[in-house]
């Protein structure tokens, strides 16, 4: 979607090494937020952040962690990636203010861990 | 703790036939509920959200929802769908965090269309 852009797009690494997957909004939003999408699963919530340098755990953060170092740039890291992190890793943005309770998607990164 | 159920993984219907996909949350207060529609290798499209008001929510594509407490239901509905909406859907809860709110998402259904 316009104003909100994750890299890679696609990625194979190998199991034991590190990975960063970055996410870049354009839109000055406040929240951001790490899903991972698996079949049969859904969207589950990795981690998200509530500001600069504020973030949290959600329901599925093991072995992941994040940061925030400005408002526009939101960074999921595999410490150490596993074939089970192997997913489809969508970011989202909101602003959730009166009159603007929406959530925007990246179009996802394809991670493979071999 | 909070979570959407969809109970039929995959729906297939002919082209110009109704269409209606279920959603059951759980969720202990008035809830902020959610449509999205993700076509093959895309990211998520917003159909429709509910927070408050009349319960019969209107949303883009023809797409129309109703929220019932009683039932705890939020399900999608479609007079004729078009082979266009062949796509997966997912319902999803939103839950308070940090002065804002986290989306739960359903398992998805995966709707197939026949010509």
């Known amino acids: 979607d316009a104003g909100i852009t994750q890299s890679p797009r696609h990625k194979v690494t190998e199991t034991g090494t590190p990975v960063t997957l970055r996410c870049h909004q354009t839109?000055?939003?406040?929240?951001m937020y790490w899903y991972r999408q698996d079949p049969g699963h859904g969207l589950r919530l990795i981690h998200y952040?509530?500001?600069?340098?504020?973030?949290d755990k959600g329901e599925v953060s093991d072995g992941y962690s994040v940061s925030r170092s400005k408002t526009e740039d939101f960074l999921l890291t595999l410490e150490s990636a596993t074939s089970s992190q192997t997913s489809v890793y969508f970011c989202?943005?909101?602003?959730?203010?009166?009159?603007?309770?929406?959530?925007?998607f990246g179009s996802g990164t394809r991670l493979t861990v071999v | 703790a909070q979570s959407v159920t969809q109970p039929d993984i995959h729906i297939t219907v002919s082209e110009g036939a109704s269409l209606e996909l279920r959603c059951n949350y759980s969720?202990?207060?008035?809830?902020?509920l959610f449509w999205y529609v993700q076509s093959p290798g895309q990211g998520l499209q917003l159909l429709l959200k509910?927070?408050?008001?009349?319960?019969l929510v209107q949303g883009i594509k023809g797409f129309e929802a109703e929220f019932k407490r009683s039932q705890s239901s939020f399900n999608l509905r479609k007079p004729s769908v078009h082979w266009s909406d062949a796509a997966e859907y997912f319902c999803?809860?939103?839950?308070?965090?940090?002065?804002?709110?986290?989306?739960?998402f359903g398992q998805g259904t995966r709707l197939t269309i026949n010509p």
């Open positions: 989202a943005i909101s602003n959730w203010r009166q009159g603007s309770y929406g959530y925007t």
């Open positions: 839109e000055n939003h406040r929240y």
């Open positions: 952040s509530y500001g600069v340098k504020d973030t």
């Open positions: 969720y202990g207060a008035t809830p902020y």
């Open positions: 509910y927070f408050s008001g009349d319960t």
């Open positions: 999803a809860v939103g839950t308070p965090i940090q002065g804002a709110q986290k989306l739960v």
